[in-house]
């Protein structure tokens, strides 16, 4: 038989909560060999203990992969590393050591904060300071509206630059400026006592006609021919576009031609002829009285003498012209022949202006 001592030795006792101030509660206790139960009251509450030592301030050390990680990290840490704080980024937990194991705050990261006030910021005055100075950003008036005014500093003065080119010719005072066509140059204009842009004065072309072959894809010179009984014979007709001013043909070229007759009171000469068979004489190519066929050598021939103003010759401008070419026999009787072998008529056009005076001190050649 067991005594009661040994029943105490063996036994469990455990205090059991019955509600703090309850009259009228009996008290038991049971005993067995394994277990004892003892029905005690709830006392009050006792006084405060002494303060706890404070918590060690966080010292953050950053991100660590996982739970794992941060368990083997444990075994290196003691009371010194208290404070020391990671993130779990597994599961977004911020883990705190304080000194002898983990503190978890499970909604450190990611929660929604409160909602803020909404607020605008508009742009104030804007102002230049001083070279030099430190950019200033001042924020007035009362949220959610908000003006922000700024003072920028002036930026330093650049270097002095090199001196530019001659401005444009048409900025200049003594130049009346107008109309440009392509190639234009200035020319001194005595009724305004201005430059003035005008058509530029040298050669254009040339244009020309060779034996079966003309510039504008026209018909060439005439098909040879062995005797020709007319006094005049057009052999070739060449096209020249209109220009932009008025002008006067320049013209060289030749033919072969020869009299079938031995004297010398025969010749055959080479006319080249403004606009038509009959019209204005522009050049001229002489032939030979000695009965033998010879290259007729044209050049320009108007005729008359001509000065700058002359009228002789000229084509208007915008108006296109034809140049003739016309074999006459200007001496003689006999009848003659032509081939067209190596016959070419090339032409150049002139500008026709008048003489200009001497230019004015004021522009100098170079300033063209």
């Known amino acids: 038989m067991s005594t009661i001592n040994e029943y105490f030795e063996s036994a469990r006792i455990r205090g059991i909560d019955e509600g703090l101030g309850h009259r009228g509660v009996v008290q038991s206790m049971h005993a067995t060999p394994s277990d004892g139960t003892l029905e005690l009251m709830t006392g009050p509450a006792g006084p405060a203990g002494p303060v706890g030592e404070s918590c060690r301030p966080f010292r953050w050390e950053g991100d660590i992969a996982d739970p794992a990680a941060l368990t083997s990290l444990a075994t290196r840490l003691g009371p010194a590393q208290a404070g020391k704080a990671w993130r779990v980024l597994s599961n977004d937990t911020l883990m705190y050591w304080n000194g002898a194991g983990f503190d978890s705050f499970a909604e450190a990261f990611g929660a929604r904060g409160q909602d803020g006030d909404p607020c605008t910021i508009a742009l104030g005055v804007v102002e230049t300071g001083e070279p030099g100075s430190q950019l200033q950003a001042t924020i007035v008036g009362t949220a959610p509206n908000l003006t922000l005014n700024l003072t920028v500093p002036r930026g330093i003065k650049g270097q002095q630059g090199e001196s530019g080119g001659p401005g444009p010719l048409r900025n200049a005072p003594d130049y009346a400026d107008g109309s440009h066509v392509d190639g234009a140059v200035p020319t001194w204009d005595t ?146 022949l032509y081939s067209h072998g190596r016959a070419q008529l090339i032409c150049w056009a002139q500008p026709v202006a008048t003489q200009a005076p001497e230019a004015p001190q004021s522009l100098a050649p170079t300033e063209l």
């Not at 007759?261 to 006319?271: A, C, G, L």
């Open 191 to 336: 009724g305004t006592d201005r430059w003035v842009p005008t058509p530029y004065p040298g050669l254009r072309g040339p244009w020309s006609v060779i034996e079966s072959r003309s510039w504008d894809g026209t018909a060439g010179f005439a098909s040879s021919v062995s005797q020709i009984s007319s006094s005049s014979y057009a052999i070739a007709t060449l096209n020249v576009p209109a220009q932009d001013a008025d002008w006067r043909p320049l013209v060289t070229g030749g033919v072969f031609t020869r009299p079938l007759n031995t004297s010398f009171e025969h010749r055959v000469d080479t006319e080249v002829r403004l606009g038509s068979a009959t019209g204005q004489i522009v050049a001229l190519g002489s032939g030979v009285t000695a009965g033998a066929g010879a290259y007729s050598r044209i050049h320009s021939f108007f005729g008359t003498a001509i000065t700058p103003g002359s009228s002789v010759g000229v084509v208007p401008a915008g108006e296109p012209v034809q140049l003739h070419v016309v074999l006459r026999r200007n001496l003689g009787s006999a009848d003659y």
